[in-house]
């Protein structure tokens, strides 16, 4: 999956995302070894690869990687948080761009609710917000914007709205954003824990501390951030892009979280990536997530 991104992002991103240098979070309860030799067709001083501190991925796992990534030390004038599993399928320097210019920290609107699932969805997200608002001393923002999956992933009225709350998968920022969120997520996503466990804290934390520094945002469209696992026409309509680039050759960053038609699954080995490689039936927007990643294989020699 990292090379698929950082190969993808070499071939379809623009000439910002090109220079970026990707500095790959890697966490696991065991001793720091060499990882160097498994990523040998990398540009040589353009990728670098940060173990994330033993104690503290034993201690939290998923969440103490999306944690180190924020204390990376970095004098680029942006920073982008990626996960593994995108592909790049076109130019987004503009987004890159307007959050420089604007200072803003770019997103696309979770696609639930973090609260709606098991005994949590007996309560409101607006009662939960306010709670893990108040554990972090802090008042509760107001509610203004709608999940992105509302009416095709949930139609749970109460769970419906949400504030600045982001999918992990694609977030930009200027750097000094970075490093003030650097300053307090560790205990934000204690005050979440205070209030619930969750497998998104660190999803809800980040909405702590962006309200917590008072940082500016916006949102991105969905052709930036593209879930691969619900059903391509329906998810357009609910985010229809206001420049009306809604077709599947529109999409700019594929994001194949999930058990989607496409997914992790398929990037475990090289038996399930060939199977993947030359698979024929699939939807439209998987079809063009295939046609860009078998381009991608075909200029990146020994991927497949």
Same mark, same amino acid.
């Given at each position: 999956?990292?090379?698929? @991104?950082?190969?993808?992002?070499?071939?379809?991103?623009?000439?910002?995302? #090109?220079?970026?240098?990707?500095?790959?979070?890697?966490?696991?309860?065991?001793?720091? #070894?060499?990882?160097?030799?498994?990523?040998?067709?990398?540009?040589?001083?353009?990728?670098?690869?940060?173990?994330?501190?033993?104690?503290?991925? #034993? %201690?939290?796992?998923?969440?103490?990687?999306?944690?180190?990534?924020?204390?990376?030390?970095?004098?680029?004038?942006?920073?982008?948080?990626?996960?593994?599993?995108? @592909?790049?399928?076109?130019?987004?320097?503009?987004?890159?761009?307007?959050?420089?210019?604007?200072?803003?920290?770019?997103?696309?609107?979770?696609?639930?609710?973090?609260?709606?699932?098991? @005994?949590?969805?007996?309560?409101?997200?607006?009662?939960?917000?306010?709670?893990?608002?108040?554990?972090?001393?802090?008042?509760?923002?107001?509610?203004?914007?709608? =999940?992105?999956?509302?009416?095709?992933?949930?139609?749970?009225?109460? =769970?419906?709205?949400?504030?600045?709350?982001?999918?992990?998968?694609?977030?930009?920022?200027?750097?000094?954003?970075?490093?003030?969120?650097?300053?307090?997520?560790?205990?934000?996503?204690?005050?979440?824990? #205070?209030?619930? %466990?969750?497998?998104?804290?660190?999803?809800?934390?980040?909405?702590?501390?962006?309200?917590?520094?008072?940082?500016?945002?916006?949102?991105?469209?969905?052709?930036?951030?593209?879930?691969?696992?619900?059903?391509?026409?329906?998810?357009? %309509?609910?985010?229809?892009?206001?420049?009306?680039?809604?077709?599947?050759?529109?999409?700019?960053?594929? =994001?194949?979280?999930?058990?989607?038609?496409?997914?992790?699954?398929?990037?475990?080995?090289?038996?399930?990536?060939?199977?993947? @490689?030359?698979?024929?039936?699939?939807?439209?927007?998987?079809?063009?997530?295939?046609?860009?990643?078998? %381009?991608?294989?075909?200029?990146?020699?020994?991927?497949?």
């Amino acid at each position: 999956m990292t090379r698929v @991104l950082v190969e993808s992002l070499k071939r379809f991103g623009g000439p910002i995302a #090109r220079d970026a240098h990707v500095v790959l979070s890697v966490g696991a309860d065991e001793v720091p #070894r060499d990882l160097s030799p498994h990523f040998s067709w990398a540009d040589p001083g353009r990728l670098s690869i940060r173990w994330v501190d033993r104690h503290l991925f #034993r %201690e939290t796992e998923y969440d103490g990687t999306g944690l180190d990534r924020y204390w990376v030390e970095s004098n680029a004038d942006l920073v982008a948080m990626m996960d593994a599993d995108i @592909l790049i399928a076109g130019d987004f320097d503009d987004v890159l761009s307007r959050a420089f210019s604007e200072q803003l920290t770019l997103g696309f609107i979770a696609h639930v609710s973090p609260f709606q699932s098991g @005994l949590s969805a007996e309560t409101s997200s607006t009662e939960w917000w306010k709670q893990v608002f108040a554990s972090a001393g802090l008042e509760c923002p107001e509610l203004g914007y709608q =999940h992105t999956g509302w009416g095709l992933m949930s139609s749970l009225t109460e =769970h419906r709205l949400c504030p600045y709350y982001l999918n992990y998968g694609f977030v930009v920022s200027p750097r000094w954003h970075v490093e003030q969120v650097a300053r307090s997520l560790q205990e934000d996503i204690r005050a979440v824990d #205070r209030c619930l %466990e969750s497998w998104a804290k660190s999803q809800i934390a980040l909405t702590v501390s962006m309200y917590r520094h008072d940082l500016a945002f916006d949102t991105i469209g969905i052709r930036d951030n593209f879930p691969l696992h619900v059903d391509a026409s329906r998810i357009r %309509e609910l985010n229809p892009d206001p420049d009306g680039l809604d077709a599947d050759e529109d999409v700019r960053i594929f =994001h194949y979280l999930g058990h989607g038609e496409v997914n992790k699954d398929h990037f475990d080995n090289v038996e399930s990536f060939a199977k993947l @490689l030359g698979r024929s039936q699939t939807t439209s927007a998987a079809g063009v997530f295939l046609k860009k990643l078998r %381009e991608v294989v075909h200029h990146s020699p020994g991927l497949a």
